[in-house]
């Protein structure tokens, strides 16, 4: 299983802000951002702040936390706005919802990028059916489990013990022992870990 390198922390650095791209260790003092909260090279400015650059900075954040794309956003959000309710809450809960958030949130990885690629490798069920799309959309009475090889269980198994002071979000049931979890509820706005302001990027993408 492939592990993350060091740049994504410079990626937090020059963004100047959090993107839990390594996972639980983002909440840690292990955190590299915790350490060097500035950005990397020698040569630094001061960067404008228009309401643009604050409304598009808040967007790119989003995108960056759960790793996805602008046409794959312009997906989600146009879902958001559909739906009843507030659109900047709902584009967070789809979010929320996708398998390789799951997989990571349940501790079954230790950072997005490995429960992404957990996915995208075929090694993740859904009700005992093989899902090898990070994108899907998990609902509740889903049951996410792993398949039965040895090596892909001990990289799991050592995951959860890594990550077994984090507490999993409300809307989600974990079973450390058998490397599994279950959907028993959709997640709420106040489920969301991150510090996403929405109302600014429902703001931008409205223009």
């Known amino acids: ?23 639980q260790r983002c909440f840690s003092e292990k955190c590299g951002i915790n350490r060097r909260d500035y950005p990397p090279g020698v040569h630094t400015r001061p960067r404008k702040t228009t309401d643009f650059y604050v409304q598009l900075r808040e967007k790119q954040k989003a995108k960056r936390i759960y790793g996805i794309l602008e046409r794959q956003f312009r997906r989600y959000f146009e879902s958001a706005v559909r739906q009843k309710g507030n659109t900047g809450e709902n584009l967070l809960v789809l979010m929320e919802r996708r398998l390789d958030n799951v997989v990571l949130n349940l501790g079954l990885a230790n950072s997005r990028f490995e429960a992404r690629q957990l996915v995208a ?29 040895e090596k892909i269980r001990k990289r799991a198994a ?33 489920d969301v870990p991150h510090p996403i302001n929405e109302q600014l990027i429902v703001e931008l993408c409205s223009r």
């Open 1 to 23: 299983m492939a592990r993350i390198t060091g740049k994504v922390c410079k990626l937090c650095r020059r963004e100047g802000m959090k993107l839990f791209l390594k996972g």
């Open 121 to 149: 490798h075929g090694h993740v069920r859904i009700n005992k059916q093989r899902m090898d799309i990070p994108s899907y959309l998990v609902k509740p009475g889903d049951e996410i489990s792993l398949v039965s090889k």
């Open 158 to 190: 050592e995951a959860v013990e890594m990550n077994k002071g984090q507490q999993v979000a409300a809307w989600l049931e974990a079973s450390p022992g058998e490397l599994s979890g279950r959907v028993v509820a959709m997640p709420r706005r106040e």
